[in-house]
């Protein structure tokens, strides 16, 4: 027996039914949806940005204490956050920010959102990257911004260098950007040698800024003297980025020129900052002949109000810059001495109460330059006798 074939028209139905049939069981039990792309758990350093979880992930990165390189400090174990901020790099994973937590009497423009204050670095890998020279605060000296243009971030740091036992003191301005290899791609001694106390009246003689470009292109560097304000009075010297270069283009400058391009790759070595403040300080004074007549010499006497108060006196040398140049020697105490001696090798001058006012022979300033001690000695009824030395510049 022949079972008659369906139609045509019966098989495209037939077709159509089961269609809508796959259909409605596909919605129904979710059996034809792609399977779900596993994501990635985020990494401690990319929980950074999340206000919730930042701090707790701040704290499991300090608890690891993984370093880039050799650290010359150890991170403090606080986990507090004021702030972060990304740091896109050239290639590879970003970088972050961390802006600590502080008390608001320690640096007063820190807070909460705010990208100012102590700050650490922390790479992709959620390891800390010990900062340029140790300089891990970001105030009112030292600019956060994108030298690039695109984005990319650099630290202008402005950093006093001490060469070891000299009143002197250099400024440098280093812009190092925020990348793992913390490297300065300029640095500048920025104006002459200061020397002596600083105070509301007197201070460094040169400034620096950043100009911002138009069309978003890299701010330029500018360096000069500083006007009585505090701002930049003149423009001496302008540094502009070379994205091809990764570095800064502008003038090698000199002591005549009151600025230096330097090298500070390294503070192990000669080449590193300390080594050329130390230079700039020498060759400065020569050229500046600072020393070319007699310097004169007040000893001020205070009397001793708080324990707190210097037992040795303190020496003011003059600066280059000062247009009246006086050595002025302070002294603390229950009451003034009586006599006061000045001593260089065998030159000695002797000076009484109460004008303590001498000078120091050109001869004996020029053998000072070279870093040697004046000798002061003080004595009176109720002073007992102390001794104490000043190195000159």
């Known amino acids: ?73 150890q991170e403090e174990p606080d986990c507090r956050i004021n702030h972060v901020l990304r740091a896109p790099q050239a290639e590879g994973e970003p970088m972050y920010i961390v802006f600590r937590a502080v008390d608001a009497e320690v640096f007063p423009e820190s807070g909460p959102g705010v990208a100012r204050g102590p700050f650490t670095l922390v790479d992709g890998e959620g390891r ?18 994108s030298h690039t243009g695109d984005g990319r971030l650099a630290v202008a740091h402005h950093i006093r260098y001490g060469p070891s036992g000299s009143p002197w003191s250099v400024q440098m301005l280093h812009i190092v950007p925020v990348t793992p290899g913390q490297r300065s791609i300029l640095s500048v001694v920025v104006g002459p040698p200061f020397i002596g106390f600083m105070s509301a009246d007197k201070h460094y003689a040169w400034t620096w800024r950043l100009r911002e470009q138009p069309s978003g292109a890299p701010p330029l560097v500018e360096l000069g003297p500083r006007s009585a304000d505090g701002a930049l009075a003149r423009v001496a010297a302008t540094f502009r980025f070379e994205p091809g270069e990764g570095r800064y283009a502008g003038p090698e ?9 330097v090298s500070a790759d390294s503070e192990d070595c000669d080449c590193g900052p300390y080594s050329h403040a130390e230079a700039w300080v020498r060759n400065f004074v020569r050229a500046a002949g600072s020393f070319e007549s007699p310097l004169p010499v007040v000893v001020e006497y205070q009397p001793r109000q708080n324990e707190s108060d210097p037992s040795h006196p303190e020496a003011d040398w003059p600066g280059p810059g000062d247009a009246q140049p006086v050595l002025r020697i302070r002294m603390h105490g229950d ?18 109460a109460p004008a303590f006012r001498t000078e120091i022979p050109t001869q004996v300033l020029k053998q000072l330059s070279a870093g040697k001690s004046v000798t002061l000695r003080w004595s009176g009824r109720c002073v007992i006798e102390g001794v104490s030395s000043f190195q000159a510049p």
């Open 128 to 145: 800390f990257v010990p900062i340029f020279s140790s300089a891990n605060v970001i105030g009112s000296e030292t600019r956060l911004f």
């Open 1 to 73: 027996m022949r079972y008659p074939m369906p139609s045509f028209r019966c098989a495209r139905r037939w077709a159509w039914f089961r269609v809508l049939l796959s259909a409605l069981l596909c919605g129904a039990l979710g059996a034809c949806r792609p399977p779900p792309v596993p994501t990635r758990p985020l990494s401690l350093s990319e929980q950074l940005l999340d206000l919730e979880r930042r701090e707790a992930a701040f704290c499991a990165l300090l608890s690891q204490g993984r370093y880039l390189g050799t650290p010359r400090y």
């Open 253 to 261: 400058g000199s002591v005549t020129e009151g600025f230096l391009r």
């Open 335 to 352: 009451c003034p001495p009586e006599t006061v001696e000045l001593e260089y090798g065998s030159w000695s001058q002797r000076v009484e």
